[in-house]
Nanobody
Framework: QVQLVESGGGLVQAGSSLRLSCAVS????????MGWFRQAPGKDREFVAA????????YYADSVKGRFTISRDNAKNTVTLQMNSLKPEDTAVYYC?????????????????????WGQGTQVTVSS
């Protein structure tokens, strides 16, 4: 079992920064992936970023590359999403996700259906 709790969302102006954190409790393995996804009203949940718990592999959606940074702190059992230069189109509920299947396949990191555990989500609203 893995429990995920997100924090750090809020309302900011375009161009601002926010830092989202995901507190992870339960079983983690260095080969497992942690991901951030987001879902805007009326849209499907979309991939944002992912990191292998060991830190060796990191992936980003093209829409956030160069603006967002995912990282993990093994000592604190947290995964962080630093979001800079925020745009109104970044407005969404952001979810932290964990996979515990050990699939280890890079093409799976963007697929929400490949993650086993999800947090409750945190709202990010970017005003123009």
């Amino acid at each position: 079992q893995v429990q995920l709790v997100e924090s750090g969302g809020g309302l900011v102006q375009a161009g601002s920064s926010l830092r989202l954190s995901c507190a992870v409790s339960g079983r983690t393995v260095s080969s497992y992936f942690m991901g951030w996804f987001r879902q805007a009203p009326g849209k499907d949940r979309e991939f944002v970023a992912a990191i292998r718990w060991s830190g060796g592999s990191i992936y980003y959606a093209d829409s956030v590359k160069g603006r967002f940074t995912i990282s993990r702190d093994n000592a604190k059992n947290t995964v962080t999403l630093q979001m800079n230069s925020l745009k109104p189109e970044d407005t969404a509920v952001y979810y932290c996700a964990a996979e515990t299947s050990g699939w280890g396949i890079p093409s799976f990191v963007t697929r929400a259906d490949k993650y086993d555990y999800w947090g409750q989500g945190t709202q990010v609203t970017v005003s123009s």
